[in-house]
């Protein structure tokens, strides 16, 4: 049993944030993970996309909120799955997105947090320092790429477009699982570019970059899952059907819990 009450947490980020871990085959790495956020919330949700390692048949209890695909689906569909689900309990002001593989420093969350309201921002998104001692140069030649793709085409001022630590406004959680479709990776881009396109509020703040000798858990697939996150930048470019219609587009044409969803 995970302890949720820890001396020292603020009470009003433990009661009102819902940690989301989509997880799939992250072995060992996803209890370390788990035991940190219960630090600083109450609830946290793990999808598991198919994994075959047993690496969560032990960590269902009464905090954890565990939903199993039978197969793997991609970390799109893993999301979708853990925000709905996150969506509808009560008292929610805001959802943290979080690896299962130990990338992502759950004692951050305060910080972020802070930024989160401080800003009012609908989507708060992590940004590395992604030096040469740290990652490998294949995810930085990638991610300066993206970024900059993103910077001169969709105005986006995010100078890390690939980390997958994030915070979402319930309002904008709401629209984005209906307006964007469900894959793989190419999913964290797409919420950054229909946060854009919905005119929500974008914010990066500073977080950690952790990339460990012999983490083999990551399941990005180098040619695979570039060629879908660069496809996704095309049609995003060259059309406007890449997106469902969302809940905000029957509000006269305003994103969707813009009041009433804030932390206070």
């Given at each position: 049993m995970y302890e949720t009450n820890a001396h020292g947490s603020?009470?009003?980020l433990r009661n009102c944030v819902v940690v989301v871990i989509p997880c799939f085959n992250a072995g060992p790495r996803l209890r370390p993970v788990l035991e940190e956020s219960f630090q600083y919330v109450n609830r946290v949700i793990v999808?598991?996309?198919?994994?075959t390692d047993g690496g969560t048949e032990d960590i269902e209890n009464e905090?954890?909120?565990?939903?199993r695909f039978p197969h793997n689906k991609g970390k799109g569909h893993a999301l979708n799955a853990g925000i709905r689900r996150a969506i509808a309990m009560p008292g929610l002001k805001c959802i943290a997105l979080l690896d299962a593989d130990g990338q992502h420093n759950p004692h951050e969350l305060p910080h972020l947090?802070?930024?989160f309201q401080e800003t009012v921002a609908d989507l708060l998104v992590g940004s590395r320092h992604l030096d040469k001692s740290k990652t490998p140069w294949r995810s930085r030649f990638g991610n300066r790429l993206t970024a900059w793709i993103m910077n001169r085409f969709f105005a986006c001022p995010l100078s890390d477009t690939q980390c997958g630590y994030r915070l979402l406004s319930p309002g904008f959680a709401q629209d984005f699982v209906h307006a964007v479709p469900c894959g793989r990776y190419e999913t964290e881009l797409l919420m950054i570019l229909y946060a854009i396109r919905r005119g929500y509020q974008l914010q990066a703040a500073s977080v950690s970059t952790l990339y460990e000798p012999g983490n083999r858990s990551s399941h990005?697939?180098?040619?695979?899952d570039s060629s879908r996150i660069y496809s996704a930048l095309l049609r995003s470019r060259f059309t406007s059907k890449l997106f469902h219609p969302g809940p905000a587009d029957n509000e006269h044409d305003q994103p969707a819990g813009k009041e009433n969803d804030r932390p206070s």
């Open positions: 603020d009470d009003h999808v598991d996309d198919g994994s905090a954890v909120t565990l939903i947090f802070a930024v990005f697939r180098k040619f695979r």
